[in-house]
């Protein structure tokens, strides 16, 4: 019988599940609801409903599977604790949910594990991804907001308290950025999906009257990354602004984290990470301007060239279901 | 017989060498002077000259000891080639100096080590310091800059190249002060003995007119933070801001490792921590204003209350010879 984990990938709206083999085929997948906030449902009535789909799931297989672990990435995941802990965007936002305790209830015999989305995302990049062989390498999740997933030595650093890579949370400008976290100018505020719409409005309030621009038909509610990328593929000058902005932003806070913990690679994953090359060129050259000569390449004769074109990577989980991938790793990772 | 290592911290004006046993206890120490950068002596003299001084050392410990190791703290030091490379305040600035390779030609059946002086620092502290029983923590170095050294599960952090660990040149202004390193706005223009001198005088600048002080009374060349630290101790105010500011400083960069690695501590060596309180004060409350909220310790009802104190510690190593327990440690860490 063919051994497969578990993967399952909490979001705000949808819980998604997949039962995983070693190479990284997801063999059958499923989904259900995500209770919304408001919902009252309950942390144990979620996660039955979770092991019932996955239940369901291990006869949806074209052959019979064995099952061998459950990988899950959830906001707000502690690894260290088996918790999920005041997520924000889930009804439990008040809550110690121990997750992994509510599910082995289900599955008694099975390894659990359980860590925050863009933790799974870098496992998963390691497992399957362009990681693949690397020691040292930083993802970066770029969604609403701005999750990392850092590995050390081949393994992911959780910190004392299993809640380490909150790279999204870098104060980059003192007193900038109102963030959800109740602090300001945070880099995810500015590096996001969330935070290219707000530039997009910052540099649009500063070229309204002088630049045409295809994102003045928009409202901040209707406005995407995908709308601003196409007009920037387009050559709209305010549309390329925006990406220039966003990309010397992330360039400036990769610095940093290349002089902290000197990855191999840093993967860019999630939705942002689509826009490519627009994204890509311009923190690129904002790494090149702000690296320690030490970190780019050296060449024979001792003269430092700085490479970044190399250390700066799109995640090879995009547009696979890479967060359900990644849960699934946590188990292959360490079998 | 007593089993002993030798720890040598190279430093721009001397060497000191130290017979260390594995409680931490330097049996017996010397220096030799630098070469300075002028002085045209190879790297290969240099290095006869301390294993010369390392012979002459074994034989005036009191008892008889067995040498089992030499762990080196050297600035560029790569602890994974180990090369000292392009050390621009050593006479072999543009040579990658394959020091251990050199130094086990009069030592060739024991194990040799070397780090930089900062991560020496951090694994001294693991070893003999408070850091004792820590898996995660960072250790930053106080000196003419800021040089740092972080440990994820119990190992140093050395990166893809064994140049991990340059929090001292993480930008935080960008456009700031000019850095020695070729950039501008590095945390150690900041926060370092040079840094702070360059926050007197830039607070002198603002204030001249308005306050007294006993800062003005000494030049660029002789002001020493020891002397700013005495004036802030009399309650002289521009002292004091020049602390403040520089507390604010490194507690925002601070804020960030924690984001980044979430550490069990942070410990401060080197000089300028010898300020105690006047440094310590200012820095846990930017750490406080700063910190992602999740970094700082819960009470049972679920409320976060801030808490750095714990968080940010003096190094056991200051008014120690910590430099040559550091690089003892380096052997003794991992026998």
Redesign the interface.
Known sequence: MEKVVLGIDIGATSAKLGLVDSAGNILVESSIPTPVNTSGVSAADFVKSLCEAAFVLQHQAQAPVELIGIGVGAPNANYNKGTIE?AANLPWQ?E?VPFVELMQAYFPDLTIRITNDANAAAIGEMVYGGAKG???FVSITLGTGLGSG?V??G?L???????????G???MV?NGRRCG???QGCLETYVSATGLKQTAFEVMSRRYFTDKSLLKAASFNEITPKYIADAAQQGDSIALEVFEKTGEMLG?AL???V??????AIFLYGGLANAGDLLLTPTRKSMRD?M????CKRTDD?QFVQEPNALLLLSKLNNKNGSVLGAAALVWHKK
Do not use: Q, T
């Not at 002089?259 to 191999?264: C, T």
């Not at 320690?292 to 970190?295: D, G, Q, S, V």
């Open positions: 005041f008040h110690i690397m020691k040292d850092i050390v030595g393994e650093v959780y910190g004392c308290d299993g809640f380490a890579g909150e790279v949370h870098f104060i003192p976290c109740g602090r400036l610095a940093n984290i002089a902290f913990s000197s990855p191999e702000n320690l000569k030490n970190f001792g």
